[in-house]
């Protein structure tokens, strides 16, 4: 499949959802706000819906790489010992990286059949949730016995925007809080009921081939589907914080991974993609900024400069794409003779990044395997497409993956291709799965809900539009040596594995 020109295509999800969409989605709101189930005994007290913890199914939002394999098995027998000593029969619990090998099953929604089909007759409820989820089991049975399983339901922490956001294209523009999505870190509930009848609508209105960018935001808009279908509902149980609080059936565990030393600065060469027209503004900036804690960084230009410098890599710069400029990159990293450097993070020149963060996180992964990590977007998943790392986040590549990469004949169709989507399209023929961080980001802080960021240690934002990059930078990623203020104080890094 060839990937389209970048384009700021809004997705067949999104496409219809603009500001008088957000008014009657105020005007449904103010109607009916979902409650929990009030079934009544004839004393007129409550009367909770019996549950047992056999009718909840787990969904592991997992990964195929070893290191996030290994956190979801963890997070399974954490689930499966609490049934236990809760004398309970065993709940399903499913790793989803582990169903099969559709290419989009971290999507959800291609899922949908398979859950209505296996788990429809003898289950009440799928509680989504990601590795690093931490569950309190005999409080989120308590918690979901307050609603009616026979009913549609979608549970979770609401997040909303609090502008429109170019992640979002825009959606809501006239009123951008008004939407409501979830916030995967606290886990999130669907019935049964309402599985199938997903499952209906997905035989009659099939996903349509396009792209995926931030999925908890794209699921909500597919289940609310324009008003047919029932919003979010707020579950104040399901909480994203470390500290949480009594009344929690959930919280996360917000830390920035280290399994051992970090890697050295020296271990992780660092690619930064510019043109002579950047070279005067946003070359200075990296410079002011992280370019300091890089141990090996050159900079790739359509023009050699020695005051920055810069490598003339012989490719034009193309207006959009940079697939040519991308693939020199690579194999120049690759076929240099005098050092087997174990890692590669390609950025742009207005990309913002911790090296030091980037030092812990690259502990839990090996090296000798394939890895290409970053921030996961999906194109055509629905229809057979491919999943890719986003460039201006940063893309991170092992040295295997690079090899493995070179060694084939996949290339660019063209120099002005979009070098991340063509990198997806190759590694997924090539069977290296495609590795997601919620640590890097496409987007700048202002694009991503507060609450979403809290429970975070960022390692990279993009973009210097409408903001100050070098207060960016020391707000949300620099060290306390370099005058870091907001992310360290929150000592949640590092933690041993």
Request: hydrophobic share 35%.
């Amino acid at each position: 499949m060839r990937p389209p020109a970048r384009r700021l295509a809004l997705p067949a999800l999104l496409w219809l959802l603009a500001g008088s969409l957000g008014s009657a989605l105020v005007s449904e709101d103010t109607k009916k706000e979902a409650k929990p189930s009030q079934n009544l005994d004839k004393s007129g007290r409550l009367r909770r819906n019996d549950l047992d913890l056999k009718r909840i199914v787990f969904v592991i939002q997992s990964q195929r790489n070893s290191f996030h394999a290994k956190r979801a098995e963890q997070l399974k027998e954490s689930i499966l010992t609490q049934a236990s000593a809760l004398s309970q029969e065993t709940p399903s619990v499913v790793l989803l990286h582990e169903l099969g090998k559709l290419e989009g099953a971290w999507t959800i929604l291609p899922l949908l059949p398979h859950f209505s089909l296996t788990y429809s007759r003898n289950s009440s409820w799928i509680f989504f949730c990601e590795e690093e989820t931490r569950i309190q089991i005999p409080r989120l049975v308590e918690t979901l016995r307050r609603y009616d399983p026979s009913k549609e339901w979608f549970l979770g922490k609401a997040l909303h925007d609090e502008e429109s956001t170019i992640i979002h294209h825009y959606a809501f523009s006239e009123n951008p809080s008004v939407f409501k999505y979830p916030d995967f870190a606290a886990g999130w509930a669907l019935s049964l009921p309402l599985v199938n009848k997903l499952t209906e609508r997905l035989k009659s209105d099939s996903l349509k081939s396009d792209f995926t960018i931030d999925l908890k935001h794209e699921i909500a808009l597919y289940i609310w589907d324009k008003g047919g279908g029932p919003p979010l509902t707020p579950v104040p149980e399901l909480c994203a914080d470390d500290a949480g609080g009594p009344h929690c059936a959930t919280t996360f565990h917000a830390f920035l991974p280290l399994c051992g030393n970090p890697v050295k600065k020296e271990d992780i060469f660092v690619a930064v993609k510019t043109c002579k027209k950047f070279h005067g503004d946003r070359i200075p900036v990296v410079k002011q900024t992280w370019a300091a804690q890089a141990g090996l960084l050159e900079y790739y230009s359509d023009h050699a400069d020695s005051s920055i410098p810069t490598v003339d890599l012989g490719v034009p710069n193309t207006d959009r794409g940079h697939c040519g400029k991308t693939f020199a990159i690579l194999g120049r990293f690759l076929n240099r003779s005098r050092d087997r450097v174990p890692w590669l993070v390609i950025v742009d020149d207005d990309t913002l990044i911790s090296i030091s963060r980037l030092q812990h996180l690259l502990s839990c992964y090996e090296a000798s395997e394939p890895v290409f990590l970053g921030e996961r977007y999906g194109y055509g998943l629905g229809t057979g497409g491919y999943s890719y790392i986003t460039g201006g986040g940063g893309m991170v590549f092992s040295r295997e993956a690079i090899r493995r990469l070179l060694a084939s004949k996949c290339r660019c169709y063209s120099d002005d291709a979009p070098d991340d989507m063509v990198l997806g399209m190759c590694f997924s023929g090539l069977g290296v799965p495609v590795t997601h961080s919620a640590l890097f980001h496409q987007a700048r802080p202002v694009d991503y809900p507060k609450e979403y960021l809290a429970h975070q240690v960022p390692i990279s934002f993009h973009k210097h539009w409408n903001v100050d990059p070098a207060e960016v930078y020391f707000t949300w990623l620099a060290s306390p040596e370099e005058g870091g203020a907001k992310q360290e104080a929150r000592a949640r890094f590092p933690e041993e594995l």
